[in-house]
């Protein structure tokens, strides 16, 4: 039987899916019982897939095919220490960002949307992105890992509606651009 909390975040993961599928168009799925199966201490495993297999196995979301360099993953919890984000110090979101980040392949365009609780849903991606998004009348923080690499955190469907298209061009097969990995 799947406890609470997995149940809680497949439910947030299949509303990403509808969500993202409205607003950037295409099929995006939940990887079936997704975990880390190429991310962390089992990134070995990358070395014997496919590069279709290793695409379905990055994050918690699969993209439509025409999405190749998109990369999701999707947390929902009961609480986060906002004030530590706002400081640079939040190890939980330092976790959720390395999660999505380590199985990630160079000039990949990682997400990392969160949903807290009677708070809302944020998404945090890689600032060396910003350039080429439209920040114009979002309200977001910037977020600075122990590692130096700076983050955007923003409202997370306010974000995305308003970058469609630059996200599409980044995202897709001829995406050239570097990750910053």
Same mark, same amino acid.
């Given at each position: 039987?799947?406890?609470?909390?997995?149940?809680?975040?497949?439910?947030?993961?299949?509303?990403?899916?509808?969500?993202?599928?409205?607003?950037?168009?295409?099929?995006?799925?939940?990887?079936?019982?997704?975990?880390?199966?190429?991310?962390?201490?089992?990134?070995?495993?990358?070395?014997?897939?496919?590069?279709?297999? &290793? +695409?379905?196995?990055?994050?918690?979301?699969?993209?439509?095919?025409?999405? =190749? #360099? $998109?990369?999701?993953?999707?947390?929902? *919890?009961?609480?986060?220490?906002?004030?530590?984000i706002i400081d640079g110090s939040c190890?939980?979101?330092?976790?959720?960002?390395?999660?999505?980040?380590?199985?990630?392949?160079p000039g990949d365009v990682s997400f990392?949307?969160?949903?807290? &609780? +009677?708070?809302?849903?944020?998404?945090?991606?890689?600032?060396?992105?910003? =350039? #080429? $998004?439209?920040?114009?009348?979002?309200? *977001?923080?910037?977020?600075?890992?122990?590692?130096?690499?700076?983050?955007?955190?923003?409202?997370?469907?306010?974000?995305?509606?308003?970058?469609?298209?630059?996200?599409?061009?980044?995202?897709?097969?001829?995406?050239c651009a570097s990750s910053g990995n």
């Amino acid at each position: 039987m799947t406890s609470p909390a997995k149940s809680k975040g497949n439910a947030w993961e299949r509303e990403i899916c509808v969500f993202l599928s409205s607003c950037l168009g295409g099929n995006f799925q939940r990887v079936p019982n997704s975990g880390a199966y190429i991310g962390g201490s089992n990134s070995h495993r990358k070395a014997n897939l496919s590069a279709t297999q &290793t +695409r379905i196995a990055k994050g918690d979301i699969i993209p439509p095919d025409d999405l =190749p #360099k $998109l990369n999701i993953e999707a947390k929902n *919890y009961k609480d986060i220490a906002f004030h530590q984000i706002i400081d640079g110090s939040c190890k939980q979101l330092d976790k959720w960002i390395d999660q999505t980040e380590e199985p990630a392949d160079p000039g990949d365009v990682s997400f990392t949307i969160f949903k807290i &609780t +009677r708070k809302g849903s944020w998404v945090a991606f890689r600032a060396s992105f910003q =350039p #080429k $998004l439209d920040m114009s009348g979002l309200s *977001y923080v910037t977020y600075r890992k122990a590692s130096g690499v700076d983050y955007l955190v923003v409202d997370h469907e306010k974000f995305f509606n308003q970058n469609k298209e630059a996200i599409r061009e980044l995202a897709g097969s001829n995406n050239c651009a570097s990750s910053g990995n």
